[in-house]
Protein backbone atom coordinates (compact mmCIF):
# COMPACT_ATOMS: atom_id res chain seq x y z
CA UNK A 1 0.00 0.00 0.00
CA UNK A 2 1.45 3.35 -1.38
CA UNK A 3 -1.39 5.65 -0.12
CA UNK A 4 -4.71 5.90 2.22
CA UNK A 5 -7.92 7.25 0.59
CA UNK A 6 -10.30 8.69 2.91
CA UNK A 7 -12.86 11.64 2.57
CA UNK A 8 -11.76 12.93 -0.50
CA UNK A 9 -8.12 12.99 0.75
CA UNK A 10 -5.15 11.15 0.19
CA UNK A 11 -1.99 10.45 2.81
CA UNK A 12 1.05 8.68 1.48
CA UNK A 13 2.12 5.65 3.56
CA UNK A 14 5.07 3.46 4.09
CA UNK A 15 4.24 0.02 3.90
CA UNK A 16 6.69 -3.00 4.46
CA UNK A 17 7.19 -6.41 4.95
CA UNK A 18 4.56 -9.50 4.44
CA UNK A 19 1.17 -8.88 3.83
CA UNK A 20 0.28 -12.12 5.15
CA UNK A 21 2.21 -11.46 8.78
CA UNK A 22 0.62 -9.85 11.82
CA UNK A 23 0.91 -5.74 11.66
CA UNK A 24 1.90 -2.82 13.42
CA UNK A 25 1.02 0.29 12.18
CA UNK A 26 3.55 3.31 13.67
CA UNK A 27 1.74 6.64 14.40
CA UNK A 28 4.17 9.76 14.15
CA UNK A 29 3.90 12.89 16.20
CA UNK A 30 4.87 16.73 15.65
CA UNK A 31 6.70 18.28 13.76
CA UNK A 32 7.90 14.06 12.46
CA UNK A 33 6.58 12.40 9.12
CA UNK A 34 6.20 8.28 9.01
CA UNK A 35 10.12 9.01 7.65
CA UNK A 36 10.71 9.50 12.21
CA UNK A 37 10.00 5.95 12.07
CA UNK A 38 12.64 4.12 9.48
CA UNK A 39 15.18 3.17 12.61
CA UNK A 40 12.43 1.14 14.80
CA UNK A 41 10.74 0.03 11.75
CA UNK A 42 14.20 -2.30 10.53
CA UNK A 43 14.36 -4.44 13.67
CA UNK A 44 10.03 -5.41 13.88
CA UNK A 45 10.97 -5.84 9.96
CA UNK A 46 13.03 -8.22 10.43
CA UNK A 47 11.36 -9.73 13.17
CA UNK A 48 8.59 -10.79 10.28
CA UNK A 49 6.15 -8.43 10.86
CA UNK A 50 4.10 -6.05 8.65
CA UNK A 51 4.72 -2.41 9.90
CA UNK A 52 2.65 0.42 8.36
CA UNK A 53 3.63 4.41 8.64
CA UNK A 54 1.49 6.92 7.32
CA UNK A 55 1.81 10.64 7.43
CA UNK A 56 -0.77 11.79 9.27
CA UNK A 57 -3.68 14.38 7.97
CA UNK A 58 -2.00 17.86 7.62
CA UNK A 59 1.90 16.67 7.21
CA UNK A 60 0.67 14.87 3.86
CA UNK A 61 -0.12 17.17 0.45
CA UNK A 62 -3.18 16.13 -0.46
CA UNK A 63 -4.45 15.54 3.33
CA UNK A 64 -4.82 18.99 4.95
CA UNK A 65 -8.15 20.14 5.28
CA UNK A 66 -8.01 23.53 6.29
CA UNK A 67 -10.77 23.50 9.03
CA UNK A 68 -9.75 22.65 12.32
CA UNK A 69 -12.52 20.66 13.03
CA UNK A 70 -11.37 18.72 10.29
CA UNK A 71 -8.55 17.84 13.25
CA UNK A 72 -10.40 16.87 15.77
CA UNK A 73 -9.72 13.40 17.57
CA UNK A 74 -12.66 11.27 16.26
CA UNK A 75 -11.37 12.08 12.93
CA UNK A 76 -7.83 11.28 13.82
CA UNK A 77 -9.10 8.47 15.18
CA UNK A 78 -11.08 7.54 11.78
CA UNK A 79 -8.23 7.82 9.58
CA UNK A 80 -6.28 4.76 11.61
CA UNK A 81 -9.55 2.66 11.46
CA UNK A 82 -9.75 3.40 7.35
CA UNK A 83 -5.53 2.34 7.33
CA UNK A 84 -6.37 -1.25 9.22
CA UNK A 85 -9.27 -1.56 6.72
CA UNK A 86 -7.29 -0.50 3.82
CA UNK A 87 -4.34 -2.90 5.04
CA UNK A 88 -6.82 -5.74 4.89
CA UNK A 89 -6.28 -6.98 8.66
CA UNK A 90 -9.03 -7.32 11.60
CA UNK A 91 -6.72 -5.90 14.17
CA UNK A 92 -2.92 -4.38 14.30
CA UNK A 93 -0.81 -3.70 17.01
CA UNK A 94 -0.65 0.20 17.53
CA UNK A 95 2.42 2.32 18.42
CA UNK A 96 2.35 5.95 18.89
CA UNK A 97 4.44 8.85 19.53
CA UNK A 98 3.51 12.62 20.72
CA UNK A 99 0.75 13.56 18.85
CA UNK A 100 0.21 9.76 17.45
CA UNK A 101 0.34 8.56 21.09
CA UNK A 102 -2.53 10.66 21.56
CA UNK A 103 -4.65 9.18 18.94
CA UNK A 104 -3.38 5.40 19.96
CA UNK A 105 -4.90 6.02 23.13
CA UNK A 106 -7.95 7.08 22.05
CA UNK A 107 -8.40 4.41 19.22
CA UNK A 108 -7.47 1.87 22.39
CA UNK A 109 -10.22 3.62 24.26
CA UNK A 110 -12.74 3.93 21.28
CA UNK A 111 -12.07 1.04 19.04
CA UNK A 112 -9.98 -2.18 21.45
CA UNK A 113 -12.06 -4.37 18.83
CA UNK A 114 -9.28 -2.95 16.15
CA UNK A 115 -6.42 -3.73 18.45
CA UNK A 116 -3.91 -6.91 19.35
CA UNK A 117 -1.74 -4.32 21.65
CA UNK A 118 -0.72 -0.70 22.30
CA UNK A 119 2.64 0.89 23.13
CA UNK A 120 2.55 4.38 23.58
CA UNK A 121 5.55 6.53 23.57
CA UNK A 122 6.06 9.44 25.42
CA UNK A 123 2.42 10.81 25.17
CA UNK A 124 0.27 9.43 28.82
CA UNK A 125 -2.89 8.61 29.01
CA UNK A 126 -5.37 11.97 28.31
CA UNK A 127 -6.98 11.57 32.05
CA UNK A 128 -3.06 11.27 33.86
CA UNK A 129 -2.20 14.47 31.98
CA UNK A 130 -5.04 16.07 33.51
CA UNK A 131 -4.29 15.12 36.30
CA UNK A 132 -0.94 15.83 36.48
CA UNK A 133 -1.45 19.56 36.06
CA UNK A 134 -3.39 19.63 38.95
CA UNK A 135 -0.86 18.24 40.98
CA UNK A 136 2.61 19.39 39.06
CA UNK A 137 4.59 21.24 37.00
CA UNK A 138 2.91 19.69 33.89
CA UNK A 139 0.86 23.40 33.03
CA UNK A 140 3.90 25.04 32.53
CA UNK A 141 6.06 22.05 30.74
CA UNK A 142 3.71 22.09 27.97
CA UNK A 143 3.29 25.84 27.49
CA UNK A 144 4.13 24.91 23.75
CA UNK A 145 0.23 23.67 23.64
CA UNK A 146 -1.37 27.16 24.67
CA UNK A 147 1.36 28.76 22.43
CA UNK A 148 0.12 27.00 19.43
CA UNK A 149 -3.44 27.94 19.75
CA UNK A 150 -2.51 31.36 19.54
CA UNK A 151 -3.35 33.16 15.47
CA UNK A 152 -0.40 33.62 13.38
CA UNK A 153 2.15 34.10 15.77
CA UNK A 154 3.75 30.40 16.22
CA UNK A 155 3.67 30.79 12.48
CA UNK A 156 5.83 33.58 12.06
CA UNK A 157 7.97 32.33 14.83
CA UNK A 158 8.35 29.02 13.67
CA UNK A 159 9.69 30.76 10.14
CA UNK A 160 11.41 33.65 11.66
CA UNK A 161 15.36 34.00 11.24
CA UNK A 162 15.05 31.20 8.04
CA UNK A 163 13.67 28.72 10.46
CA UNK A 164 16.95 29.38 12.77
CA UNK A 165 14.52 29.64 16.03
CA UNK A 166 12.56 26.23 14.91
CA UNK A 167 16.15 24.58 14.64
CA UNK A 168 17.16 25.77 18.12
CA UNK A 169 13.67 24.97 20.16
CA UNK A 170 13.90 21.39 18.49
CA UNK A 171 17.30 20.76 19.66
CA UNK A 172 16.81 22.19 23.00
CA UNK A 173 14.53 19.61 23.66
CA UNK A 174 17.05 17.01 22.41
CA UNK A 175 16.58 16.36 18.86
CA UNK A 176 19.83 15.94 16.94
CA UNK A 177 21.40 18.81 14.50
CA UNK A 178 20.51 17.14 11.37
CA UNK A 179 16.93 15.91 11.94
CA UNK A 180 16.18 19.53 14.00
CA UNK A 181 17.12 21.32 10.68
CA UNK A 182 15.21 18.79 8.49
CA UNK A 183 11.71 19.16 10.48
CA UNK A 184 12.02 22.84 10.69
CA UNK A 185 12.84 23.18 7.08
CA UNK A 186 9.71 20.90 6.47
CA UNK A 187 7.72 22.86 7.98
CA UNK A 188 9.35 26.18 6.74
CA UNK A 189 9.33 24.84 3.42
CA UNK A 190 6.71 22.74 2.23
CA UNK A 191 3.64 25.02 1.55
CA UNK A 192 0.34 24.02 4.07
CA UNK A 193 2.19 21.61 6.13
CA UNK A 194 2.80 23.79 9.07
CA UNK A 195 -0.76 25.14 9.03
CA UNK A 196 -1.92 21.45 9.25
CA UNK A 197 0.60 20.41 12.16
CA UNK A 198 -0.64 23.30 14.28
CA UNK A 199 -4.47 22.67 13.19
CA UNK A 200 -4.15 19.45 15.74
CA UNK A 201 -3.60 21.78 18.60
CA UNK A 202 -6.15 24.51 17.68
CA UNK A 203 -8.32 21.55 17.59
CA UNK A 204 -8.07 21.10 21.52
CA UNK A 205 -10.25 23.25 22.45
CA UNK A 206 -13.26 21.27 20.65
CA UNK A 207 -12.63 18.42 22.33
CA UNK A 208 -12.54 19.83 25.35
CA UNK A 209 -14.27 16.76 26.74
CA UNK A 210 -11.50 14.42 26.13
CA UNK A 211 -10.38 13.02 29.78
CA UNK A 212 -13.98 11.80 30.10
CA UNK A 213 -13.99 10.30 26.92
CA UNK A 214 -10.37 8.64 27.03
CA UNK A 215 -11.69 6.23 29.39
CA UNK A 216 -9.72 2.78 30.25
CA UNK A 217 -7.58 0.75 28.13
CA UNK A 218 -8.19 -2.79 28.10
CA UNK A 219 -6.18 -3.93 25.84
CA UNK A 220 -2.21 -5.17 26.36
CA UNK A 221 -0.23 -2.46 26.67
CA UNK A 222 3.18 -0.82 27.29
CA UNK A 223 4.07 3.13 27.60
CA UNK A 224 7.54 4.45 27.30
CA UNK A 225 8.77 7.71 29.06
CA UNK A 226 12.22 9.17 29.32
CA UNK A 227 13.55 11.29 31.98
CA UNK A 228 14.86 13.84 29.67
CA UNK A 229 11.92 14.54 28.45
CA UNK A 230 10.91 18.47 28.74
CA UNK A 231 7.38 18.15 27.67
CA UNK A 232 6.16 15.39 30.05
CA UNK A 233 6.81 14.91 33.59
CA UNK A 234 7.19 11.87 36.16
CA UNK A 235 3.98 12.52 37.59
CA UNK A 236 2.34 12.41 34.74
CA UNK A 237 4.08 8.94 33.24
CA UNK A 238 3.27 7.77 36.57
CA UNK A 239 -0.65 8.66 36.88
CA UNK A 240 -0.52 6.66 33.45
CA UNK A 241 -1.09 3.04 35.04
CA UNK A 242 -4.63 4.15 36.72
CA UNK A 243 -6.04 4.34 33.43
CA UNK A 244 -5.04 0.76 32.13
CA UNK A 245 -7.37 -2.27 32.96
CA UNK A 246 -5.34 -4.82 30.63
CA UNK A 247 -1.85 -6.09 30.75
CA UNK A 248 0.51 -3.22 31.89
CA UNK A 249 4.15 -2.18 31.25
CA UNK A 250 5.62 0.58 32.09
CA UNK A 251 9.23 1.50 30.68
CA UNK A 252 11.63 4.14 31.74
CA UNK A 253 14.52 5.18 29.21
CA UNK A 254 16.78 6.86 31.20
CA UNK A 255 18.98 10.27 30.20
CA UNK A 256 16.99 10.28 26.77
CA UNK A 257 14.90 12.89 25.31
CA UNK A 258 11.07 13.04 24.18
CA UNK A 259 12.67 12.22 20.87
CA UNK A 260 12.83 8.58 21.98
CA UNK A 261 11.83 6.76 18.12
CA UNK A 262 14.92 8.98 17.02
CA UNK A 263 17.55 9.02 19.94
CA UNK A 264 17.06 4.71 20.74
CA UNK A 265 15.27 3.07 18.11
CA UNK A 266 16.52 -0.22 19.15
CA UNK A 267 15.40 0.46 22.24
CA UNK A 268 12.03 1.16 21.34
CA UNK A 269 11.73 -1.78 18.70
CA UNK A 270 12.59 -4.35 21.58
CA UNK A 271 9.98 -3.09 23.96
CA UNK A 272 7.21 -3.22 20.89
CA UNK A 273 8.28 -6.61 20.02
CA UNK A 274 7.95 -7.54 23.76
CA UNK A 275 4.60 -6.31 23.79
CA UNK A 276 3.73 -7.51 20.42
CA UNK A 277 5.07 -11.25 22.02
CA UNK A 278 3.40 -11.21 25.34
CA UNK A 279 -0.12 -11.99 23.18
CA UNK A 280 1.64 -13.84 19.83
CA UNK A 281 4.21 -15.86 21.53
CA UNK A 282 5.10 -18.38 18.23
CA UNK A 283 6.63 -15.06 17.17
Known amino acids: ?15 EG ?18 SWIGV ?10 VI ?15 RRAYRLNELVEDVVALVDAAGVDRVHLVGHDWGGGVAWMVAATRPDRLHTLTVVSSPHPRAVVGAMLTSRQLLQAWHVGFFQLPWLPEAAIRSRGGRFAVALLKHSGLGDDLARAYADRLSNDP ?25 ITVPTTYVWSTDDAAI ?8 SRWVTGPFDFKVLEGVSHWIPEQVPDKLAAYILERIRSVSPAN
Open 41 to 50: SRPLLAAGYR
Open 192 to 216: GCLAGALRWYRAMPLDISIGGRAGA
Open 233 to 240: GRRAAQLT
Open 53 to 67: APDQRGYTRHARPRS
Open 1 to 15: MEALSRSGMRFTVLD
Open 18 to 35: PVDAETVVLLHGFPQSAQ
